[in-house]
């Protein structure tokens, strides 16, 4: 089981930028990964999605443009940098890692086996 620790959540304007790593005490250089967030009173969504080789990337339509997925295996890390933020993007960001071996991206909670526990991203109109 990978452990992951989410980093750089935070209060910022609407307009602003944010950038949210994730770091793996395990390696996941061979995983598929992901961002999913939850709003208050709302279902955890689907953000963003990276391929093992990082070769394919998935966005939700509501941040296409806005945010990029990254990694860097070397650091067992990935990213999530988050630009022009809206008030509805206020939510707790969670990283995931899929268990399988050079899996493809997911936009589906259940298809991750190991979960960070979240950064809290807020931001102000």
């Known amino acids: 089981q990978v452990q992951l620790v989410e980093f750089g959540g935070g209060l910022v304007q609407a307009g602003g930028s944010l950038r949210l790593s994730c770091a793996a005490s395990?390696?996941?250089?061979?995983?598929?990964m992901g961002w999913f967030r939850q709003a208050p009173g709302k279902e955890r969504e689907f953000v963003a999605a990276?391929?093992?080789?990082?070769?394919?990337?998935l966005y939700v339509d509501s941040v296409k443009g806005r945010f990029i997925i990254s990694r860097d295996d070397a650091k067992n890390t990935l990213y999530l940098q988050m630009n022009s933020l809206k008030p509805e993007d206020t939510a707790v960001y969670y990283c995931?890692?899929?268990?399988?071996?050079?899996?493809?991206?997911?936009?589906?909670?259940?298809?991750?086996?190991?979960w960070g526990q979240g950064t809290q991203v807020t931001v102000s109109s």
């Open positions: 990276i391929s093992w080789s990082g070769g394919s990337t």
């Open positions: 395990g390696r996941t250089a061979s995983r598929a």
């Open positions: 995931a890692a899929r268990a399988s071996v050079r899996s493809a991206p997911s936009t589906t909670p259940s298809d991750f086996s190991s």
